[in-house]
C-alpha cells in the first residue's frame, strides 16, 4: 500500500520517552508508527530532528485591532511559522451572541492556516442566558474578565467582520456575572477560563500611583497587585467548587498566585492552570520599555522564578501565549506605562522560548514540553484525542523541531498583523522547522508553503 507521508528517522516524543520511529501518514491521520519502510508520496527525511504532537496555544486575541477574516491570515501565518498547529481564540463580542456569533464563525471560516478553536469571552446576564447557543456552534469553553469593571472596565471588543473600526465598550464584571457565568457553563459541562485579578482593587491601586505621579512597568506591577489576583482567584474557586465547574486560569505568572490556586485546590476546586511566556523570561526588575505592559503584570526576578519551579514540578498545566494582534501606534499611545496598551504578540516565538530557556537549559524535558504545549490542552479542552497525541487515527497534526537551529528574533520573521515583538533581536537555540497540519506541510524553514483555508474550527466534545 502507498501511504500519502512518511516522516523518517526523526526522534519521536511520546508520554513513555522518546522513540526512534517512521511516522506514516495517510488521509490526513497517524496511522501508524513504524520502523519498517513505506511506499508513500511524499517523504519527510527527520534525521537528527524531532517530532512532537502540533502544540496547542490555549490563548490568542486576534480579531480585536484588525477585523477576524484578515486577522485569521495574519495570526494563523505566524502561528504556523512558529510551529503551533492549533490556536484557540478569545473572542470579546459587546452584544448578543444570537446576533454575531455566527458572523465570527463564518468569517473565520476560510481564513486560517492553522486549525482553531473559540472560547466565548462572558460579559453580561444576556450573553450568560446564551451560552447554550455557543455550545450548539461547538464554542465549548467560556472567559471571564474579573479585572474589567468600575473605574477600570473599559476594553476593545472584536471588530465586526470586514470592519476597520475599533469596538471600544466599557463592561462591569461584577461576582454576580461571574457566578451566573461559573453556574451555567457548569450546567453545559464547559468549562470556565478565569482572567484573576479584582477590578476594585485595581482600580484603586492605579489611582493612587498615578496620583504619586509614579511611572514605569514596576508601578504598573505594583498598582496590580499578586494579593488582588489571590482576592479574584478565591472567589471564583468557591463558585468552582459551589457549583462543580471546572476553573482554568489563565496567564498566571505569581508566586502569590500560584500558592493561592494551590490552597483552593486543597478546598476541592477543579483547577487547570496556564501560564505564558512572558512570565518566564521577563520581569520589570531586568526590562524597562512600555512594550513588556501586559494584564497581569510581568512581577520580580522571585516571581519568573518560581514560574520556572512550577512549571518544572508540573504544577502548571498548560503554556499559552495571550498572543496580542496589536500595532506599535496603538500600543505606545501614551507618554507614560498608563497610556501604554496592555498585550503584545506572542505565538510565533513561544516553542522557541521553551526550547532555549527550558528544554536547552535542562529546566523542563521534551515529554514536559510536549504535555504543557499539547497534551494537556487537548484533553483539557475536549480535543483528545484527535489533537494533543500521536496515537492511531489521530490528526497528522505534527512539528518538527531542530534543537540545535539557532536565529534571532525579529518583529517580521512571522508574518502577523504586529510590527514589533518583545524578544526583538534575542538569539534562541531550538526552532520548529516543519509545521503539519492534518497531514499537510503548511510551514517549512520560516516559509508558509500551506493553502489559506486548510485550517478548520475543530470539534470538541464536553468533558
Known amino acids: 500500500m502507498t501511504y500519502d507521508t512518511v516522516i523518517t528517522d526523526s526522534h519521536i516524543i511520546l508520554p513513555q520517552g522518546m522513540v526512534n520511529k517512521n511516522i506514516i501518514i495517510d488521509e490526513g491521520k497517524i496511522v501508524r508508527l513504524s520502523n519498517d519502510i513505506h511506499a508513500c508520496d511524499n517523504k519527510i527525511h527527520g534525521d537528527g530532528l524531532v517530532s512532537i504532537p502540533g502544540p496547542i496555544d490555549t490563548h490568542v486575541h486576534y480579531g480585536v485591532y484588525s477585523p477576524i477574516n484578515e486577522a485569521a491570515k495574519t495570526e494563523s501565518h505566524a ?3 512558529g510551529g503551533i498547529t492549533t490556536m484557540m481564540r478569545m473572542l470579546r463580542l459587546g452584544d448578543s451572541f444570537s446576533s454575531s456569533l455566527q458572523a ?8 486560517h492556516y492553522v486549525d482553531y478553536a473559540i472560547h466565548a469571552s462572558v460579559f453580561n446576564l444576556q450573553q450568560i442566558h446564551e451560552m447554550n447557543l455557543c455550545v450548539e456552534k461547538g464554542v465549548t469553553s467560556f472567559k471571564i474578565y474579573m479585572n474589567l469593571g468600575g473605574e477600570v472596565g ?3 471588543m472584536d471588530m465586526p467582520p470586514n470592519s476597520s473600526q475599533l469596538v471600544a465598550s466599557q463592561v462591569d464584571v461584577t461576582d454576580e456575572i461571574v457566578e451566573q457565568t461559573v453556574k451555567m457553563a457548569a450546567s453545559l459541562g464547559c468549562p470556565v477560563l478565569v482572567h484573576a485579578e479584582d477590578y476594585e482593587s485595581c482600580g484603586c491601586g492605579i489611582k493612587t ?3 504619586k505621579k509614579q511611572d514605569g512597568l514596576s508601578a504598573w506591577s505594583e498598582s496590580r497587585s499578586p494579593e488582588f489576583e489571590a482576592k479574584a482567584i478565591r472567589t471564583v474557586s468557591k463558585f468552582g467548587r459551589d457549583y462543580n465547574c471546572v476553573i482554568y486560569f489563565v496567564h498566571i505568572g505569581s508566586d502569590r498566585a500560584l500558592k493561592q490556586i494551590e490552597e483552593e485546590k486543597k ?16 520581569s520589570y526588575e531586568q526590562q524597562s520599555s512600555y512594550l513588556a505592559k501586559v ?3 510581568i512581577r520580580t526576578e522571585h516571581d519568573r522564578m518560581a ?6 514540578e508540573n504544577r502548571i498545566d498548560t503554556v499559552g501565549t495571550d498572543h496580542v494582534a496589536n500595532q506599535l501606534k496603538l500600543k505606545l499611545g501614551g507618554t507614560d506605562v498608563w497610556g501604554a496598551l496592555a498585550g503584545f504578540p506572542g505565538i510565533g516565538t513561544v516553542i522557541p522560548i521553551l526550547l532555549n530557556y527550558g528544554v536547552n537549559q535542562n529546566k523542563i524535558s521534551l515529554e514536559q514540553l510536549v504535555r504543557f504545549t499539547s497534551r494537556n490542552a487537548a484533553q483539557i479542552f475536549g480535543m483528545y484525542p484527535q489533537k494533543g497525541t500521536l496515537e492511531t487515527k489521530s490528526d497528522a497534526d505534527i512539528t518538527i523541531l531542530d534543537l540545535k537551529k539557532e536565529k534571532k528574533v525579529t518583529s517580521d520573521l512571522f508574518g502577523g498583523f504586529s510590527d514589533y515583538i518583545v524578544y526583538e533581536g ?3 537555540k531550538g526552532w520548529p522547522v516543519k509545521t503539519i497540519v492534518r497531514g499537510k506541510i503548511v510551514a517549512e524553514d520560516f516559509e508558509v508553503i500551506g493553502r489559506l483555508g486548510h485550517g478548520r474550527l475543530v470539534p470538541r466534545k464536553i468533558n
Request: hydrophobic share 45%; proline share 7%.
Open 104 to 111: 465570527q464563525v463564518d468569517a473565520a471560516s476560510q481564513n
Open 79 to 81: 502561528a504556523a511559522i
Open 295 to 297: 494584564m497581569p503584570p
Open 154 to 156: 473599559h476594553v476593545y
Open 426 to 428: 534575542i538569539n534562541l
Open 267 to 282: 478546598l476541592g476546586t477543579k483547577i487547570f492552570v496556564e501560564t505564558c511566556p512572558h512570565y518566564l523570561t521577563l
Open 209 to 211: 500611583a498615578k496620583e
Open 307 to 312: 514560574i520556572w519551579r512550577a512549571l518544572s
